[in-house]
């Protein structure tokens, strides 16, 4: 009996495989989590055959993709897709799609905190579950998903279309969106306007209650770090110098913290305030149309709150202070790290000169490593800002589309000198409490959400290929 079953049923699996049947977006998206394609902050650590099997993966599971575009692997595990457009109009510039395919450790200890595995790829109560679900696996899944089924209805982009994948976003891009650039600098293509990840479609905006709320991230913040060191006499604590490192550096450091920069509404959010206005409720409807009048208090009331503070503030984070070997020891140096995001507008330089002032003490040195500035705040009423949210609407009906500032950091500040217009969003929609899982213990992207996003994807490729 067994040998009459076995090849029907042999024939019957490649039959479904042949059809697609086993393969679905969801189940992409799950086996795409599985690959641990970590990067860790010690590139020593990282073990590069995952990301070799996962770009394997891609290859097997997006033939069309594969086999249709140009495919070039930079730095071996980065990925540049280019799609030649139909159009000979030179002035249809290409328009370029970038995710990343790293995504960062879970911290020691935590890994039994997650409902499921982190990297089983669980899809569960109609949620993925897995460390990159949101960040940023869904980006690149949901790009692929929407160019393989586009491909398969035989459509031509009228534009060049260009996918840019990296691989060590999440330690700053060098190997990865850094080397795309070069490349892309190299083919001499220049773009119309670019979309990476980083926005994003909020279901519970606590301003307005019956409708989610899309995020087109227009600008975000430059991440800056200064060092400060104190120097000193040490020696024998039971003869200890009257003000030790340590003690002169934590009265600097409680300064810094204890003077934030001022706060101030910025055009990204001006922006956003304005959009949601007609869609909250009394009063905010008036305060956010009236900002010319209302706006001190608008600051004022975001900058109270930890979240909405990052909105209106250069912030000011004290991270990492080390000093001392030994408890009987009073150590000669002490050294601080502080972390700054940057508003748009406000330079490293601007921040330099405040922090020295308000420290103000020689015994203290300031130096700060390399840093690269953010993108110029992309314009909000482009063509590449209509054409996401015309996709985000297409989708979603009910959305309100607003632009807005993004707190973090991305890839695309290596793009700068490339495009005109950057633009920061993946069309997924989720809660507040589950951002929470972005960078900590449960990432999961529901499944509706996922497939949602494919085709909010395929509509920002089809629109904006015109
Ligand atoms: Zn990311």
């Given at each position: 009996m067994l040998r009459v079953i076995a090849p029907i049923f042999i024939l019957l699996i490649a039959t479904m495989q042949a059809a697609g049947a086993l393969?679905?977006?969801?189940?992409?998206?799950a086996q795409a989590i599985r690959y641990r394609t970590i990067s860790a902050q010690d590139t020593a650590k990282i073990d590069y055959s995952q990301f070799e099997q996962f770009n394997a993966f891609l290859h097997k599971t997006y033939p069309r993709v594969f086999s249709q575009l140009q495919v070039e692997q930079i730095n071996q595990h980065s990925l540049l897709l280019r799609w030649p457009g139909s159009s000979s109009d030179t002035e249809k510039l290409p328009v370029l799609f970038a995710a990343h395919m790293d995504v960062v450790p879970i911290e020691p200890g935590t890994e039994g905190d997650w409902t499921h595995p982190p990297f089983d790829?669980?899809?569960a109560d109609g949620n993925i579950y897995g460390r990159g679900t949101l960040d940023d696996k869904v980006g690149v899944i949901g790009l692929l998903e929407a160019a393989e089924q586009l491909l398969a209805e035989g459509f031509v982009p009228e534009r060049t279309l260009v996918f840019a994948f990296g691989h060590d976003e999440e330690i700053g891009g060098l190997e990865g969106a850094a080397a795309i650039a070069r490349r892309l600098r190299e083919l001499n293509l220049y773009f119309e306007w670019m979309v990476d990840e980083g926005g994003l479609i909020l279901s519970d905006n606590p301003l307005v209650e019956d409708k989610p709320v899309a995020m087109i991230n227009v600008a975000e913040k430059t991440y800056f770090t200064?060092?400060?060191?104190?120097t000193g006499d040490g020696g024998h604590s039971s003869t200890p110098p009257q003000v030790s490192t340590i003690g002169r550096l934590s009265a600097a450091l409680a300064r810094i913290e204890q003077n934030p920069f001022p706060s101030k509404l910025v055009g990204p959010v001006k922006a956003m305030l304005e959009a949601l206005g007609p869609h909250a409720g009394q009063p905010t409807k008036f305060v956010f149309s009236q900002l010319w009048l209302t706006g001190g208090i608008?600051?004022?009331?975001?900058?109270?709150?930890?979240?909405?503070?990052?909105?209106?503030?250069?912030?000011?984070?004290?991270?990492m202070f080390n000093a001392g070997v030994k408890e009987n020891v009073v150590p000669q140096r002490a050294e601080a790290k502080v972390n700054f995001r940057l508003l748009p507008g406000d330079t490293p330089d601007y921040v330099v000169e405040t922090i020295t002032g308000i420290v103000d003490d020689e015994n203290i040195e300031i130096s700060f490593d390399a840093w690269s500035a953010a993108a110029p705040v992309a314009d909000y009423s482009g063509s590449g800002y209509a054409v996401i949210k015309g996709a985000v609407e297409a989708i979603y009906p009910d959305v309100v589309v607003v632009?807005?500032?993004?707190?973090?950091?991305?890839?695309?500040?290596?793009?700068?000198d490339l495009v005109d217009n950057i633009y920061r969003f993946h069309g997924m929609i989720l809660a507040t409490t589950q951002a929470k899982g972005v960078h900590g213990t449960d990432e999961y992207i529901g499944v509706e959400s996922f497939e949602a996003s494919v085709k909010v994807a395929k509509q920002m490729i089809?629109?904006?290929?015109?």
């Open positions: 393969s679905s977006p969801t189940q992409n998206l790829g669980v899809v200064l060092t400060l060191v104190a608008v600051e004022y009331q975001m900058s109270r709150d930890r979240l909405t503070n990052a909105y209106v503030r250069t912030t000011t984070a004290l991270t632009p807005s500032l993004l707190s973090g950091a991305t890839d695309t500040r290596h793009y700068i089809q629109l904006g290929a015109k």
